[in-house]
């Protein structure tokens, strides 16, 4: 059980295009859902916490009219890069906190590289 | 900042158990520690996590010291399929967010 999965695995677009990316925990709930980055040889950096049916908490740094989220359910957040530039260029991670186990449960990420 | 220092990299044999050390002295008495990994190009997957006793699953031991103040991770019988980058996280005041550090790249050799 906890399995989180992500959409598209990856995708590549043009510069100043938004794309959109999928989190779904499938087998359980989840009311807080995060999102990562992570460059090349680097560690995980947390970008924003997304809570279902409220707001979105950035960390410090992290524009969020760049990265919109929106945790519409307790089995899905969407994260969208608007007007994305190569430096946006990233593997993105999300991940699901299971009440249950006390744990947070990662999706296979999500590689972006913008042209 | 992450809470906990770990050793760059390690080497393991493979077959041998596989002995991840990790600090975090600064640990109060609620906080949890857990254990992910990540291998190249996918999401960290769940290991084990523990508050002061030791652990065991299908996947690995925690060995958590008397004091809190450092852990193990022991993987049992390591095999090629284990090389990966190994991160050790205390888990803040309840809170459900996790910082991670640099973590450990352990490479299992054949």
């Known amino acids: 059980g906890a399995v989180v999965s992500q959409h598209p695995s990856w995708v590549i677009c043009k510069s100043g295009t938004s794309v959109k990316i999928e989190c779904r925990s499938l087998d359980f709930q989840a009311t807080t859902m995060f999102w990562y980055r992570q460059f090349p040889k680097k560690s995980l950096m947390l970008m924003a916490t997304s809570n279902e049916g409220s707001k979105a908490t950035y960390e410090q740094g992290v524009e969020k009219d760049k990265f919109l989220i929106n945790h519409a359910s307790l089995t899905l957040s969407t994260l969208t890069v608007t007007s994305a530039h190569p430096e946006d260029s990233s593997f993105y991670i999300c991940?699901?906190?299971?009440?249950?186990?006390?744990?947070?449960?990662f999706g296979p990420g999500t590689r972006l590289t913008v042209l | 900042d992450a809470k906990t220092t770990q050793p760059t990299s390690m080497d393991c044999a493979e077959g041998r158990a596989a002995n991840l050390p990790c600090n975090h002295s600064?640990?109060?008495?609620?906080?949890?520690v857990y254990w992910y990994r990540q291998i190249h190009s996918q999401g960290p997957q769940y290991i084990i996590h523990?508050?002061?006793n030791n652990e065991t699953n299908e996947m690995a031991s925690l060995i958590i010291t008397e004091d809190r103040k450092s852990s193990t991770l022991i993987l049992p019988h390591a095999t090629l399929r284990d090389t990966a980058v190994y991160y050790c996280?205390?888990?803040?005041?309840?809170?459900?967010?996790?910082?991670f550090g640099p973590g450990t790249r352990l490479s299992v050799l054949p």
């Open positions: 991940s699901a906190f299971r009440d249950f186990t006390d744990t947070q449960y």
């Open positions: 996280i205390v888990r803040v005041n309840y809170g459900q967010n996790f910082v």
């Open positions: 600064t640990i109060s008495g609620n906080e949890y």
């Open positions: 523990g508050l002061k």
